[in-house]
């Protein structure tokens, strides 16, 4: 795999379910990204992960949780979801330096598509 | 805040007809610059980037370049292709931070035959 892998590409969940999605990026990064992409909205950024630090928090309901156990990898716990949340869920990933920035271009995966019933 | 403003679509070209989607922003100081590119299914691509003022961006047949007099940097293609039906984002990093984006609301581009 190269890149930045995203699973599942398409998830279908019931209001009370609880599911994850999965990022995990092969480029060697260190920072890790959610965006929730929804039509006829811009691109909102969710959370940002800087060395499995979280370093932003967009205000996101607490029904969104994520969890970054090592550089390569991001998940998003989804629990007690509205349908509103149904969106096109990204990762992405870039390289950072720790207490300072560097490169800032991210790279994306493909995306989980999230319809919540 | 630093912000980008691109021109709405959606944008419906001709094959081999010449591509320009405008981008504007508002940003403190001269940060880098970005055109990414959607297709259909996918996530986001890097089409471009220019890191400083004057700079011309290039892939693909794409081109932006970096305006500061204008605070612009439109995207322009020659010749567009069918399988450049995407849609595209203008953006820019914000918040003070290199590693936040801020992305324009998309150009949806089809290209017929």
């Known amino acids: 795999e190269t890149g930045v892998t995203q699973t599942p590409r398409h998830l279908v969940m019931g209001m009370t379910n609880k599911k994850s999605l999965k990022c995990e990026q092969h480029?060697?990064?260190?920072?890790m990204y959610w965006y929730k992409q929804s039509a006829k909205k811009p691109l909102e950024l969710m959370f940002v992960?800087?060395?499995?630090?979280?370093?932003e928090n967009n205000s996101v309901p607490s029904r969104f949780s994520p969890e970054c156990p090592n550089s390569s990898h991001l998940f998003l716990h989804l629990h007690t979801l509205q349908p509103e949340d149904s969106a096109l869920y990204l990762c992405?990933?870039?390289?950072?330096?720790?207490?300072?920035?560097?490169?800032?271009?991210?790279?994306f995966g493909p995306g989980t598509r999230l319809t919540v019933l | 805040g630093d912000s980008v403003t691109q021109m709405e679509g959606p944008v419906t070209l001709s094959e081999e007809a010449f591509l320009t989607i405008n981008c504007t922003y508002t940003?403190?100081?001269?940060?880098?610059l970005f055109w990414y590119v959607q297709y259909p299914g996918e996530g986001l691509q890097l089409l471009l980037k220019?890191?400083?003022?004057?700079d011309k961006g290039s892939n693909k047949g794409f081109e932006a370049t970096y305006r500061k007099e204008t605070t612009s940097f439109h995207l322009e293609k020659g010749s567009v292709q069918v399988s450049d039906s995407a849609v595209y984002f203008c953006?820019?990093?914000?918040?003070?931070?290199?590693?936040?984006?801020?992305f324009g609301k998309g150009t949806l581009l089809t290209v017929n035959p």
């Open positions: 992405a990933s870039s390289q950072a330096i720790a207490g300072m920035v560097a490169s800032d271009t991210q790279y």
């Open positions: 480029l060697g990064h260190n920072a």
């Open positions: 992960y800087n060395f499995k630090e979280q370093t």
């Open positions: 940003a403190t100081g001269y940060p880098s």
């Open positions: 220019a890191t400083k003022a004057d």
């Open positions: 953006a820019l990093p914000s918040g003070g931070s290199n590693y936040k984006l801020t």
